[in-house]
T-cell receptor, first 115, second 110 residues
């Protein structure tokens, strides 16, 4: 099946710094990728839809200047958490849609801890 | 906006027993998908249901889409320890994005 690679798997950073997370579709082209945030034992909260070659579409309540999304190619989307704060600590996971069933293939996720 | 709710939130099952988790949408869906997320892992696609009243089976898992296309269920028979994880349903209304339910966290008692 299709593979989505997400990097890094975990990151620890100081408050005020920025962190970039990469999401790559390894064996298919993804014009659309999705970024989610997941708190422990909770569901996936869609943050934004990343569209190749255009601006991302953010969900209500998600700060676009805080969570910068760039989808520069058909296989790569990046999420940059700018000026990170401890409350940004969370599990961030990306997905891409592939195939006729529009099923989502998820990356392995990034656990972000902001000190 | 569209809401997708799952019950129960937690399911403690004795190994070998059956259980069912339910998914309900506030709006009529064009299709519904189910995903499984193992502890510490990422969600993995299980199945998609499209037709009203559709029933699909995957070994011990039976998925059903309601006649009104607003609810779905996942029934697991003879639960095994490998069934541990969180099962998410995700509904798509016409032209809209997938909306995930809150998930059912399954724990299996050996």
């Amino acid at each position: 099946g299709a593979v989505v690679s997400q990097h890094p798997s975990w990151v620890i950073c100081k408050s005020g710094t920025s962190v970039k997370i990469e999401c790559r579709s390894l064996d298919f082209q993804a014009t659309t990728m999705f970024w989610y945030r997941q708190f422990p034992k909770q569901s996936l909260m869609l943050m934004a839809t990343s569209n190749e070659g255009s601006k991302a579409t953010y969900e209500q309540g998600v700060e676009k200047d805080k969570f910068l999304i760039n989808h520069a190619s058909l296989t790569l989307s990046t999420l940059t958490v700018t000026s990170a704060h401890p409350e940004d600590s969370s599990f961030y996971i990306c997905s891409a849609s592939g195939g006729a069933k529009e099923k989502l293939f998820f990356g392995s996720g990034t656990q972000l801890s902001v000190l | 906006g569209q809401q997708v709710m799952q019950i129960p939130q937690y399911q403690h099952v004795q190994e070998g027993e059956d259980f069912t988790t339910y998914c309900n949408s506030s709006t009529t869906l064009s299709n519904i998908q189910w995903y499984k997320q193992r502890p510490g892992g990422h969600p993995v696609f299980l199945i998609q249901l499209v037709k009203s009243g559709e029933v699909k089976k995957q070994k011990r898992l039976t998925f059903q889409f309601g006649e009104a296309k607003k609810n779905s269920s996942l029934h697991i028979t003879a639960t095994q320890t490998t069934d541990v994880g969180t099962y998410f349903c995700a509904g798509r209304a016409a032209g809209n994005k997938l909306t995930f339910g809150g998930g059912t966290r399954v724990l299996v008692k050996p």
